[in-house]
C-alpha cells in the first residue's frame, strides 16, 4: 500500500464562487485539485460542519460585525459569517469535486463553542478529531494537502501534520486564500519554517 495520502480540505459550497465565505479564486482551483485527487490512491475530505448559530458567526454576537475578532476561552477567534451550516446547501461539497475516491471524510466544527480549522484539532488545540490516528494506523508516513482556504484551513492542517509526525506537502496551487490582514504570506511563512514542502505541482 502506498504511504502517502492526499488531504482535501473544506471544498464546499459556502467557500466557493457566491457562498457565504466565498475564497477568492476558490472555483478555478477545481480542476487542479481534481487532478491532484486523480494522481492519489488514498484521498480523505475534510467538511466543515457547524450547527446554527455557531459561536463563531458574527450573527451570534451583538454588534459584531463578520471578520472581527473576539475572545473565546481558547484565545482570539475571528468571527465569521454564518457559513458551513449542517444540512445546508452551502455545506454541501462542490458539485464539481471528484468526491467519490474518499476514503474519510473529517467533518470538524461541529461543537457549538469551538472553531475549527485544522483537520487534526479544533481551535482549542485540545479536541482531537481522530485524523492522525487514523493515517498512522493505516501506515501513512506523508500526506499532501490542497483546498480552502489556504492561511486558514489548509494551514493549520498542514502545521498540525507535521507536529503529529508526518511529512507534509501542500500543494499551494491547488488552493485559494482569504488573505486577510496579510494571513497568506503569514501562515506562508510558518509552514516553511515547520518544514512544510509548499509549491507541489496540481
Not at 12 to 41: E, H, T, Y
Not at 75 to 99: I, R, S
Not at 101 to 111: C, P
Not at 137 to 162: H, M, N, P, Q
Request: aromatic letters at 8%; a negative charge; charged letters at 20%.
Amino acid at each position: 500500500m502506498s504511504s502517502e495520502a492526499l488531504i482535501v480540505v473544506d471544498m464546499q459550497n459556502d467557500f466557493c464562487d457566491g457562498g457565504a465565505l466565498a475564497v477568492p479564486g476558490a472555483n478555478a482551483i477545481v480542476p487542479l485539485v481534481n487532478r491532484l485527487i486523480g494522481r492519489f490512491d488514498h484521498v480523505v475530505l475534510t467538511q466543515d460542519w457547524h450547527p446554527g448559530g455557531h459561536a463563531s458567526f458574527a450573527t451570534s454576537w451583538p454588534d459584531a460585525q463578520p471578520f472581527s475578532a473576539a475572545s473565546f476561552s481558547y484565545g482570539p477567534q475571528t468571527l465569521w459569517p454564518a457559513h458551513c451550516v449542517q444540512g445546508t446547501p452551502g455545506a454541501e461539497f462542490h458539485a464539481d469535486v471528484n468526491v467519490i475516491k474518499a476514503e474519510l471524510i473529517v467533518r470538524k466544527g461541529f461543537h457549538a463553542g469551538i472553531d475549527s480549522y485544522s483537520a487534526f484539532r479544533e481551535n482549542d488545540r485540545i479536541t482531537r478529531t481522530g485524523l492522525d490516528g487514523y493515517l498512522k494506523e493505516r501506515g501513512f508516513t506523508r500526506l499532501v494537502i490542497c483546498g480552502l482556504a489556504l492561511d486558514y484551513c489548509v494551514a493549520w492542517s498542514a502545521l498540525d501534520a507535521r507536529h503529529a509526525g508526518f511529512d507534509v506537502a501542500v500543494a499551494v496551487d491547488g488552493t485559494a486564500a482569504i488573505d486577510l490582514d496579510g494571513s497568506r504570506e503569514k501562515m506562508l511563512a510558518e509552514m516553511r519554517q515547520a518544514g512544510v514542502e509548499l509549491g507541489v505541482a496540481a
